[in-house]
């Protein structure tokens, strides 16, 4: 299949116009948000899908409002928890119940205020949980699924060790969920990150494939590495890399799920990506490093995590290499090319798989310019 | 009467047609800027209701022009009082009469310029007053009415002795303005502001009523105060404030009126405030803190202005509090309850009363979302 | 010819409207960018009449590529000199021939990748030139012209030693083009410019003309200067210069030539100033000191640009008086005067003789609004 005579010839931007409309995010599925640890006891806001939340520790359980009294427009999150099981406005005490979003009392206009308990007043609620350090939240239309159905199985293990690093970060989610499900770019992009850099490295790879999981839900990535100096007609031999490179080398095996995972295996742990969108060109970069250990393993491993894995993986790899080019990235138009496979392969399954539409969903991007 | 009811069913966003498009504030007024003492030797370039304004003092007077050569559109501001009663453009030497903006030279054409006089290279002019340590200017079409008819009493008393702060504010001034109008949010939000720590202060207010002053010029509001902690059936008992709260504890009174006055009487001295629009989403927060004293009580009155209302008043209270409901405010779209009673009563009244509509009224602002 | 009524009658903004149209440059021209030895081993990002190009120094020449890969859009400018004679993008490997843009290789897909040579991956070309210590762009349709029939006749003598000072300002190049046509402004703006303290300053000037040259490139400006104190009418005596302005005294003889360049002629050496458009609302203030000189006068020569020249000329009256008006000006609408006729004839000397018209074309300025 010649894909990139397929993507150039048929204008790529009109070829996927719910995935295309997504720019602020897929509705309808779980997104993490912030490492569990940071929320205390003050009410803290965040922004998914373009959406405006508060969440809330309260009573042993998290909650999430939207954030914004429908009085006069003042963040919730600016507020207080004065009555268990409620969060109060700051402005004029109207006290919300955090359990539906209820009215439950307009502190300033007394006890027999007519207002409370209206559905006009009424603070749109969020699903919540916790789960591997993180607080997760259900953003779509009716009820939530059970988290575990969406999770990797990495992170449902008994003996799971889960560690989170999340950063906010500009830049497109979709752009950034495609480079992950994109290999190729590693081939040149990555050749010299210190991560790999004793490591047997592929030249390009080969028969990339996308295949549906046995269940469904997955998406997954196969190729074949070719190795070893290529001789190129127009510019000479490359890569000339170093004989230094002696160890490991295969290809990294990872698959991708709806709405925005991304799961890597590495010698030993696994690596969980999901990108989180905030508001249109924003998004959360989730990393989950996980690793199945007990006991004084789990000390080790998060030292690993905390010194090695950080900087080489999140730090020099993942932020400075991936996220540049994330944030650098002026597209559409596109030209793509044969390893590109993957990433149409992914925009497919999102096309035909995504079980909500955006409330608002935004035009197509425009089309090609060059 | 449900004002609740009444508020939310009718579409609030609409009621209210001429206050809503003015954004950029109501013109016809006379509006203060900054503090006499500010402006010296030098133009001082200032931003009222949208129009850039140069001020000069010149000869005893204090005088004030559009601030853009009509010329190439440098601004006047950054020019010279090369000659007396003149300012002089830095550009080329544009030299305009300050007090009826007639281009009286244009120095770099020579004495013998043809452009000097005509009438499209006038430059607007406009009244000003210094008065209560602030200069006055007025904004609107047509001859400008006395100062004195649109100032509070209070400043024109013969031994009044007024001090002025005045700091530009991010937020839209008819939110500052309804916010001063607006009595039940200091029984919340302002409940624990150490200028009122000792105080008794009401859980809430009843019968809160706006009534119109003998003259027509003002608009005044009372209300019944509530003392003392309430059950409310939801959530339990409020207020529960500590046994030191011994002190006064009666209800501010106020009144309002247009433009964007609001007058507080405290026990011995009085609070003005103005919310001057400058441009679209940004006003200046105006207050002048005014006493009836003589000799060396005056002295005493500018110490305790200077520190103990200057702090707890002016940066706690209304800059932390205050200030920061108003740039945090996100609406419309409203719903308003019962006290709000106030809120509607001023704009009926600036819908009603407003001597003249914006040059370029701004549409109404958009319609409710949620 | 009473130029102020013609120009205000007829409402200056729509008589010129490709000039007024062109807010990014105009097309068809060789710019300056750089200083040559800015441009070393690295790829340099400029823009160039809203253009994104990327320079390289590659093989004793340098080159200009637009600086984004179609591919998926990342710039260029992050890539690698990977194999001589090519550019490669940071991201994929996608490498192109610096001569003439053509996809030679796709690294990471192999030697037989077949998106090698196809045209809609092809990247556009810029044709270059080094000279006079600057990286010269065409920027255009078509094919360039030799870069030596659009410079300055100064900077092409075999002796001449030609200094570079270049820096990116705010402001419309068009405005800081007219502010260099225009020589009236001098007489006020800079009257007080170091640079001419001790010399006899008129007062302004009369019969300005602006004459094509012979060989029809140039617009050069004459005029002559009256000084001492002038008497006018409404305002009295000016200027009053002190007794220490002595030396020196006639008018700066310049010319203009498209697209954006300013020739004036000092005492003993020459000061080229191009306006090149970066995009819209910035330019780049090039400006190019040269002298005839051999020898250890060159070294005399450049210590005498990087000190007095560039002190007195290039910061205090270039940038701090000039540039300070071109951020300032807020024009059109626009009201001229008699010695606005030089900036009139260089608008009708553009409208008639610009050799190619933009891209895509801004719609001409808004209309006078006062």
Chains 1, 2, 3 share one sequence.
Not at 77 to 86: C, I, K, M, V
Not at 124 to 149: C, D, Q
Not at 277 to 300: C, D, F, N, S, Y
């Amino acid at each position: 299949m010649d894909t990139h005579l397929a993507a150039s010839d048929t204008g790529v931007e009109s070829r996927w116009p719910r995935y295309q409309g997504a720019r602020a995010g897929v509705p309808g599925y779980w997104y993490p948000t912030v490492e569990a640890r940071r929320l205390k006891g003050r009410p803290l806001p965040v922004t998914l899908l373009g959406e405006k939340i508060v969440l809330v520790r309260d009573g042993g359980s998290v909650w999430a409002l939207n954030d914004r009294c429908p009085h006069r427009g003042v963040p919730l999150s600016a507020g207080r928890r004065e009555f268990p099981g409620t969060l109060t406005c700051i402005y004029h005490g109207w006290t919300y119940r955090l359990r539906d979003g209820e009215l439950a009392a307009a502190l300033t206009d007394g006890p027999d205020s007519p207002i409370c308990g209206k559905a006009v007043v009424r603070v749109k609620t969020y699903a919540t949980e916790e789960r591997a350090g993180v607080i997760w939240v259900f953003v779509g239309e009716g009820p939530a699924p059970p988290l575990e159905s969406e999770l990797p199985a990495e992170l449902l293990e008994e003996d799971a060790v889960a560690i989170p690093m999340i950063e906010e970060r500009e830049g497109d989610w979709r752009l950034a969920m495609e480079n992950a499900v994109d290999e190729a770019h590693a081939r040149y992009l990555h050749r010299r990150t210190p991560f790999a850099f004793f490591r047997r490295f592929p030249a390009f790879q080969t028969d990339i494939k996308m295949t549906a999981s046995a269940d469904g839900q997955w998406l997954e990535r196969s190729s074949k590495a070719v190795f070893g100096p290529q001789t190129f007609a127009e510019v000479g031999v490359w890569p000339k890399d170093g004989p230094w490179r002696r160890a490991g080398g295969q290809m990294v095996v990872g698959r991708a799920r709806l709405p925005a995972t991304w799961v890597a295996h590495h010698k030993g742990w696994t690596d969980c990506q999901i990108f989180t969108p905030t508001t249109e060109g924003r998004h959360l970069m989730v990393q989950i490093a996980v690793k199945r250990v007990r006991g004084p393993g789990a000390l080790l491993w998060k030292l690993r995590v905390w010194t090695y894995i950080r900087l080489l993986h999140r730090i020099i790899l993942n932020r400075w290499e991936d996220g540049f080019i994330v944030t650098a990235m002026n597209a559409p138009p596109e030209r793509l090319f044969r390893p590109d496979i993957a990433i149409i392969a992914w925009r497919n399954w999102c096309e035909r798989l995504a079980v909500q539409q955006p409330a608002r969903p935004l035009p197509p991007m425009p089309s090609r310019q060059d």
